[in-house]
């Protein structure tokens, strides 16, 4: 998992905030990028790692599915196998 955040992550995350968020936290990518950070998200490059990500932190993964998980309103699927998780 990295906190690199480029341009194609920035962008769905302006895009889709409003997915976690009720209201829009950021206009530009700068200030997605600044939001992030402050955030600590993560991008994982996989849904395994997305998974992987919330048995660590404790999440009750056992039960659920893959895809369950990856619809939660934390995780941001990025288009390209990767995933921005952002811990709202």
Excluded: H, N, W
């Amino acid at each position: 998992m990295t906190t690199e955040f480029d341009a194609r992550i920035l962008q769905v995350f302006l895009e889709k905030q409003e997915q976690l968020f009720q209201e829009r936290v950021a206009e530009t990518p700068e200030e997605a990028e600044a939001f992030l950070e402050e955030c600590m998200a993560l991008v994982a490059d996989s849904a395994q790692e997305v998974l992987e990500y919330f048995e660590e932190e404790g999440v009750d993964t056992e039960g659920a599915d893959a895809e369950g998980i990856l619809d939660a309103s934390e995780v941001f699927e990025i288009g390209d196998g990767r995933y921005l998780i952002v811990e709202g």
